[in-house]
């Protein structure tokens, strides 16, 4: 008997084994080509700025990217909203915090509808995509939607909230679910 059920439990095993290899490999094919190749919190900064459009400064930078993506931009402190067509549906300017994320590509990881920001300000439509240095980074708009409210001196608090107004903060929300691509970019 004790040999029976060592060999079922070996060939339930094997077949647990097959089954996740076989997951893996499926969940690796399903990557959007972006994140495959970089990892978010190890990805290299690029040194060059994306080319830009001199003529239409608000144009999506070439080089930022493929597919479905919020691309942002830590030099001109813009986002481009990008469907899976490479289509711009929206941009818009930002007031970063003190923390910017590293250059490359990550994701969104986690989102709340409403929250007290770091700085003490009621923010909504928080967007999470990367940490640095324990400081959490994300988009997100203040309730007030008043750019006095947001507070400049934290003091020794490094805020990593990256400041749209609410109609932006609607459209990032409504954009950015968990998983989209996230492109940091100069």
């Known amino acids: 008997m004790a040999g029976?059920?060592?060999g079922i439990v070996a060939g339930l095993t094997a077949a647990a084994l097959g089954t996740v290899a076989l997951?893996?490999?499926?969940?690796?094919?399903?990557?959007?080509?972006?994140?495959?190749?970089?990892?978010?919190?190890?990805s290299p900064a690029p040194a060059a700025k994306a080319p830009r459009d001199s003529r239409h400064p608000t144009a999506l930078p070439r080089d930022s990217g493929k597919g479905e993506r919020v691309v942002y931009s830590v030099d001109d402190d813009r986002v481009w909203l990008v469907d899976d067509h490479g289509r711009v549906?929206?941009?818009?300017?930002?007031?970063?915090?003190?923390?910017?994320?590293?250059?490359?590509?990550?994701?969104?990881?986690?989102?709340?509808?409403?929250?007290?920001?770091?700085d003490g300000v009621l923010v909504e439509h928080v967007v999470r995509f990367a940490t640095r240095n324990g400081v959490t980074i994300g988009f997100s708009a203040a309730t007030d939607d008043d750019p006095a409210d947001t507070a400049t001196d934290t003091g020794s608090v490094r805020t990593g909230g990256i400041r749209e107004t609410r109609p932006d903060g609607d459209a990032m929300w409504r954009f950015a679910t968990?998983?989209?691509p996230v492109m940091v970019i100069r």
């Open 4 to 6: 029976t059920s060592s």
């Open 23 to 42: 997951l893996a490999w499926q969940a690796q094919a399903t990557v959007p080509p972006g994140l495959a190749r970089v990892k978010a919190s190890t």
């Open 89 to 118: 549906q929206r941009t818009f300017k930002v007031r970063p915090g003190q923390v910017d994320p590293r250059l490359g590509a990550y994701w969104v990881t986690s989102r709340s509808k409403q929250i007290t920001g770091t």
């Open 178 to 180: 968990i998983g989209v």
